[in-house]
């Protein structure tokens, strides 16, 4: 049973342009959540989503960030306009259920804004 | 509001020596779960343990043992003679239930721990 996919693992990004970010959650799991790691700190929660549904986005900043799960394919999420803060590594994970689940991250996706 | 503390920023230890990392947490949940992740240099993010709110009771798991006391808020994590390989950064975590039901966890900003051979 393959684990959470994220691709790809190393993003560079010029400012200004867009960043594009994949992850394949395990399967039969419908639930994924996007952290960020900016150096040296702790994971954010950034948002929860469902198939077709964005649950929670409350860690999400107001501009340039937004993200996916299509019915079909691998949750995206997408920065417009990159800036050099959006350095950092972007975790995700997914679960079965709810709160009572383990969360299952993927290897990550470093992005590098020069 | 939730928030997770781990106050020891980074630990160095000779192998075989024993380590703890604290973590400390507030939440205004009743039920409310923590967790243990690590973070080796390869930066992928290894669960290590779960807890639910209702359930005090300490749990070892080979080397690693975990102490839950509610009375004063902390989860800690114990590693009995510590190898080489436990280096890594150590993340504590709670989750938070919001009113859709979702989980997603407060991080604390992780105990870098080094064992030196």
């Known amino acids: 049973n393959a684990g959470v996919m994220q691709n790809p693992r190393h993003l560079v990004r010029r400012r200004g342009q867009e960043a594009r970010l994949r992850c394949s959650p395990m399967?039969?799991?419908?639930?994924v959540y996007w952290y960020r790691q900016l150096p040296e700190e702790g994971l954010k929660f950034m948002v929860y989503?469902?198939?077709?549904?964005?649950?929670?986005e409350s860690g999400m900043p107001k501009e340039r960030f937004s993200a996916e799960f299509p019915k079909e394919g691998p949750s995206i999420l997408r920065i417009q306009q990159v800036v050099r803060g959006d350095s950092a590594a972007y975790f995700c994970a997914s679960s079965p259920g709810t709160v009572r689940d383990e969360q299952y991250f993927g290897p990550g996706t470093r992005l590098t804004v020069t | 509001a939730q928030k997770v503390t781990q106050a020891q920023t980074e630990i160095s230890v000779v192998e075989k020596e024993d380590v703890t990392l604290d973590c400390v947490y507030e939440?205004?949940?009743?039920?409310?779960?923590l967790f243990w992740y690590k973070q080796p240099p390869s930066g992928e993010l290894v669960f290590l343990i779960r807890r639910n709110s209702f359930d005090e009771q300490n749990e070892i798991s080979g080397r690693y043992s975990w102490n839950f006391q509610k009375s004063t808020s902390s989860f800690n994590f114990t590693i009995t003679a510590s190898q080489v390989v436990d280096s890594a950064v150590y993340f504590c975590?709670?989750?938070?239930?919001?009113?859709?039901?979702?989980?997603?966890?407060?991080f604390g900003t992780g105990t870098r721990l080094t064992v030196i051979p």
């Open positions: 989503l469902q198939k077709e549904n964005i649950i929670d």
């Open positions: 399967k039969g799991h419908s639930h």
């Open positions: 939440t205004r949940d009743t039920t409310y779960y």
């Open positions: 975590a709670l989750v938070r239930v919001s009113w859709a039901g979702a989980n997603n966890l407060f």
